[in-house]
Structure formats: structure tokens, C-alpha cells
Nanobody
Framework: QVQLVESGGGLVQAGGSLRLSCAAS????????MGWFRQAPGKEREFVAS????????YYADSVKGRFTMSRDNAKNTVYLQMNSLKPEDTAVYYC???????????????????WGQGTQVTVSS
């Protein structure tokens, strides 16, 4: 059974930083593309970032480009999202996702992921 467990969320002031982690288990993580999505209150879930199995290809939503950095450590079965210069509009529940056996390029769509975590709340105060 695949499990994705996010951690690192919390309350931070605007301009601050947080680092999210997502620990994966239950399959060969090192072969999977991974992604981060977020859902703000009253809004649809949206793409934040994705990373290929090797870490050589990383894509970001325009809204976070230059502020967020996604990375992975295949030895630890963990992906990370370093979030800097946070803004109140970054407030959302952040979800980690595993593409499993689905092949794509950018992995910026929800249907390109087979497995999802439960999410971690990020709140940015102004």
C-alpha cells in the first residue's frame, strides 16, 4: 500500500519560509515522478511543482517560480518543497502526489498522479 505523508506546514508571517517534506512508502519511489499541489479555501486544487524520477526535470507554476524549490532524496524516499518569500496568497493545504506508473512530461495535471497524501496546512499571515 502506497503512503505519502506530508509534514512541515504551519503558520508563518509574510516574507518567511517553510520547508515541506513528503515521505513515501509502499513502492519503488525512485522511479516515480512526484508533485506538489495546493488547495486554498473555496478554490480548486492547483499545481505547484513537479520533479522527474531522477530530479533532472523540475517544473513550477508561474505563481511560485523563483520563490519555491522542489527537490528529492531517493535514498530517503522523500521529496521536499522549500518555500521562500511566502505571501498570504500561498495559504492553502499542500498535497504531495506520486505519479506511479503514469508517464507524462510536466506532470502538472491532477490526473497524471496515482497516489496522494492527506495534505499539510500552510498559513501565511500578512
Amino acid at each position: 500500500q502506497v503512503q505519502l505523508v506530508e509534514s512541515g506546514g504551519g503558520l508563518v508571517q509574510a516574507g518567511g519560509s517553510l520547508r515541506l517534506s513528503c515521505a513515501a512508502s509502499g513502492r519503488t519511489f525512485s522511479r516515480d515522478a512526484m508533485g506538489w499541489f495546493r488547495q486554498a479555501p473555496g478554490k480548486e486544487r492547483e499545481f505547484v511543482a513537479s520533479i522527474s524520477w531522477s530530479g533532472s526535470s523540475i517544473y513550477y507554476a508561474d505563481s511560485v517560480k523563483g520563490r519555491f524549490t522542489m527537490s528529492r532524496d531517493n535514498a530517503k524516499n522523500t521529496v521536499y518543497l522549500q518555500m521562500n518569500s511566502l505571501k498570504p496568497e500561498d495559504t492553502a493545504v499542500y498535497y504531495c502526489a506520486d505519479a506511479g506508473d503514469i508517464y507524462s512530461v510536466k506532470y502538472d495535471l491532477e490526473h497524471e498522479y496515482e497516489y496522494w497524501g492527506q495534505g499539510t496546512q500552510v498559513t501565511v499571515s500578512s
